[in-house]
């Protein structure tokens, strides 16, 4: 498998994991995650560490972290969704 399609993969079936986790996937959704994850190695590594994450982030309420630390979790989480939603800007 090359780099590319890899990227791809967990591109497509992390949408599907994030929303899996907010409970807004479908029932098909979180089906095919579900089906992928168990042959799929790289998703695997990414609900994991994505589970982990978000865990940590709702445990510790971010206060662990300088204030800097979390202005640039937080252009950084503004920066994805901005390049996500471009499109939807008029
Ligand atoms: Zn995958």
Do not use: G, W
């Not at 990227?7 to 409970?23: L, M």
Request: net charge positive; glycine share 0%.
């Amino acid at each position: 498998m090359t780099k590319t399609t890899k990227q791809n993969c967990i591109k497509k079936y992390a949408e599907y994991c994030d929303k899996a986790q907010y409970d807004e996937a479908s029932f098909l959704e979180k089906l095919k995650l579900k089906f992928h994850l168990f042959f799929c190695k790289d998703c695997q590594t990414y609900v994991k560490r994505n589970t982990q994450l978000s865990q940590l982030f709702t445990q510790a309420k971010l206060n662990f972290l300088h204030p800097e630390e979390k202005m640039a979790i937080h252009s950084k989480m503004q920066n994805s969704i901005s390049s996500e939603t471009n499109t939807f800007e008029a």
